[in-house]
C-alpha cells in the first residue's frame, strides 16, 4: 500500500511540474509572438500596430495615442531621410522574466538589421515584454534610451529584480 502511495505522489509530482514547463514554454511563446507583432508592425510603418503593442503609461505619459502617432511618423521621416531602413529583426527567447506586483516582465533579446547608405548596421538590443494580471495582452517598451536608472520613469512597477544588459554598440557592415 505505501508503495502505491509513493507512485502516486511521484505522478502528482511528475504531472505539476509538467504543466509548469508547459505554461513557461507558453509565455515565452506569447512573448515572443507580441514581440514579433511589434516588429512587424515596424518593418511595415503600421503605425495603429505598433500604438497596440506600446505600453500604455507610456502612451499616456507622451500626451496620447496621436502624439505617440505624430512621433512614430517624424520618426520614420527622420530615419528615410537619413537613408536609414528596417529590413529584418531576430528575436530570441526571454533573458530574463520576473512578476513583480501585479505585472510580468520580461527582457527579450532583439537583433535588427538595417540599410544604411554605403552598408548594412546590425544592432544587438533589448525589448522589455511587459503584461497585468488582468490582460493577456504583452506589451513592448524598447530599452534604446533606457538604463537601470531611468527605466522606473517609464516603467513605474520596475523593481530593479532585473538588471538590463549592457548595450552593444552597433556594427556597421560596409558595401562591397
Not at 494580471?133 to 534604446?144: C, M
Request: aromatic letters at 8%.
Amino acid at each position: 500500500m505505501l508503495k502505491h502511495k509513493n507512485i502516486l505522489l511521484l505522478l502528482v509530482i511528475l504531472v505539476s511540474f509538467s504543466f509548469e514547463i508547459s505554461a513557461q514554454t507558453q509565455v515565452e511563446i506569447d512573448i515572443q509572438e507580441a514581440a514579433q507583432a511589434y516588429f512587424n508592425a515596424k518593418l511595415c510603418n503600421d503605425y495603429e500596430t505598433l500604438l497596440g503593442y506600446t505600453y500604455p503609461d507610456v502612451v499616456e505619459k507622451a500626451g496620447g495615442p496621436e502624439n505617440v502617432k505624430k512621433a512614430l511618423v517624424l520618426i520614420q521621416d527622420t530615419q528615410i531621410k537619413k537613408g536609414m531602413l528596417l529590413q529584418q529583426y531576430k528575436i530570441k527567447p526571454p533573458l530574463q522574466l520576473t512578476k513583480t506586483g501585479e505585472e510580468t516582465h520580461a527582457i527579450v533579446p532583439v537583433t535588427t538589421i538595417s540599410k544604411v547608405p554605403g552598408g548594412i548596421v546590425t544592432t544587438d538590443a533589448h525589448i522589455i515584454a511587459v503584461r497585468s494580471e488582468d490582460n493577456s495582452r504583452w506589451y513592448i517598451i524598447e530599452t534604446t534610451s533606457l538604463d537601470d536608472g531611468n527605466i522606473s520613469k517609464v516603467l513605474a512597477s520596475w523593481d530593479n529584480s532585473m538588471m538590463l544588459p549592457f548595450k552593444k554598440a552597433p556594427i556597421f557592415k560596409e558595401d562591397k
